[in-house]
């Protein structure tokens, strides 16, 4: 510390010290916990890291949600688990537009949606397929449910028949 600093300016970098070094000890904390993560999930189910824009966090919730073979019965039981089970949203009898069930299992929903960003931004077959939508006329938001769905399928096919979707 320089002597000419005044009281305030000393205090603040002594505070501003002590955050930082706090802030390196989590990051630490943080990444050592993420690399056991990362062995459990592989010597479990490796196969889930491997997909697009799935990291530990994702794979490990996507995990805790569905549990175990058979604990979901079916794809439209997963997707109304992660919070993307389409319901009818118009106040007429003809039913033409749909809304996501905002229900379910919250951290899965969160972590679905982290996949559909991620693979929005960087993979260019899904980059194609919103391309090709909009040509069809889809909206944004109806592109983004179509994409919420087939995101929320892809690992529970994954998981009960060791296949994704293709």
Same mark, same amino acid.
């Given at each position: 510390?320089?002597?000419?600093? +005044?009281?305030? #300016? @000393?205090?603040?970098?002594?505070?501003?010290?002590?955050?930082?070094?706090?802030?390196?000890?989590?990051?630490?904390?943080? /990444?050592?916990?993420?690399?056991?993560?990362?062995?459990?999930?592989?010597?479990?189910?490796?196969?889930?890291?491997? !997909?697009?824009g799935?990291?530990?966090?994702?794979?490990?919730t996507?995990?805790?949600?569905?549990?175990?073979?058979?604990?979901?019965?079916?794809?439209?039981?997963?997707?109304? %688990?992660?919070?993307?089970?389409?319901?009818?949203?118009?106040?007429? !009898?003809? #039913? #033409?537009?749909?809304?996501?069930?905002?229900?379910? +299992?919250?951290?899965?929903?969160?972590?679905?949606?982290?996949?559909?960003?991620? /693979?929005? !931004?960087?993979?260019? @077959?899904?980059?194609?397929?919103?391309?090709?939508?909009?040509?069809?006329?889809?909206?944004?938001?109806e592109?983004?449910?179509?994409?919420?769905?087939?995101?929320?399928?892809?690992?529970?096919? %994954? %998981?009960?028949?060791?296949?994704?979707? #293709?």
């Amino acid at each position: 510390m320089h002597s000419s600093w +005044d009281i305030e #300016t @000393a205090s603040t970098v002594v505070a501003l010290r002590t955050l930082a070094r706090r802030a390196h000890a989590i990051l630490k904390e943080a /990444r050592e916990l993420e690399k056991a993560l990362v062995a459990i999930i592989r010597t479990w189910r490796p196969d889930l890291l491997e !997909q697009f824009g799935v990291g530990p966090i994702v794979a490990a919730t996507v995990l805790c949600a569905w549990s175990h073979p058979g604990r979901v019965h079916s794809e439209a039981a997963f997707a109304m %688990l992660a919070g993307v089970a389409p319901i009818p949203a118009n106040s007429g !009898q003809v #039913t #033409t537009r749909y809304r996501l069930n905002r229900y379910g +299992d919250r951290q899965l929903n969160t972590a679905r949606h982290t996949v559909v960003r991620s /693979r929005i !931004q960087y993979q260019p @077959a899904t980059r194609a397929y919103i391309d090709r939508r909009t040509a069809e006329g889809k909206t944004s938001r109806e592109i983004k449910r179509c994409l919420a769905r087939y995101v929320a399928f892809d690992p529970y096919r %994954l %998981l009960e028949n060791g296949t994704p979707a #293709t």
